[in-house]
């Protein structure tokens, strides 16, 4: 694997000629996702007015939760949400952490008592994700590609699971579709991995509508 050298993130990252894309596809991908975030952030926003008067209801704190996510090549991004915790989260998870029921080097636990009334509703419908549209629209994001990961969690990765770093990370991917916390952290990787070698427009439009058909009412949503 021919080396591309250290990035922002200090990652050691290699590619191959098999995971190249032609200048056609990155462009129509961005087109795609230019106008379909922002046709998402138009038609939606009636659900994020409504949510953003539900937080303020439901909890003290602010509206939109914003946290360094690792993109492609390793470069640093913010990442948007709805809040959907307590505001000191972070402070309370050394108090569970041995409740984990994620594999690897991620946190997840389904009655996690951090997240809040408004918040379970908005985590159980996806709803919480809506504001990563303006990542989309920002070039931090795609609509389809792995989901980003915090630092801390790749600081853990091998070199397989680095390989997700090839592509600019995404709202919903293969993972978003099949099973999300059900599934493994190993198992999630080689997902992310199957979407490098396998990614074109029309895997991307799949994925799209795929998403739309779980996206609301999934009862693995996290």
């Known amino acids: 694997m021919a080396e591309i050298g250290k990035n922002n993130f200090g990652l050691q990252l290699g590619y191959t000629d098999n ?32 949510t953003i008067i539900a937080i303020k209801l439901d909890s003290h704190g602010p509206v939109f939760f914003s946290q360094p996510r690792v993109g492609k090549d390793g470069e640093i991004f913010n ?60 070039g931090e994001m795609s609509l389809v590609g792995p989901r980003p990961n915090l630092p801390k969690e790749v600081e853990q990765f091998n070199d397989f699971h680095r390989l997700k770093l090839l592509a600019k990370p995404g709202i919903t991917c293969y993972w978003q579709v ?38 609301f009412g999934d009862k693995n949503a996290v």
């Open 178 to 215: 099949m099973g999300r916390s059900s599934i493994g952290f190993e198992e999630w990787m080689k997902l992310d991995v199957r979407y490098i070698e396998e990614r074109s427009i029309w895997v991307d439009l799949k994925l799209i509508f795929r998403t739309v058909g779980v996206l």
């Open 19 to 50: 995971y190249r894309k032609s200048k056609a596809y990155y462009f129509l991908k961005r087109t795609i996702d230019i106008c379909g975030s922002f046709l998402g952030i138009v038609l939606l926003s009636p659900i994020m007015i409504g």
């Open 79 to 138: 990442m948007y949400k709805f809040r959907s915790m307590v505001t000191d989260a972070e402070k309370l998870l050394n108090n569970i952490k041995d409740k984990n029921e994620m594999s690897g080097p991620m946190f997840k636990m389904a009655n996690d008592p951090r997240v809040t009334k408004i918040g379970r509703f908005i985590r159980k419908t996806s709803i919480d994700e809506l504001p990563q549209l303006f990542n989309v629209l920002k």
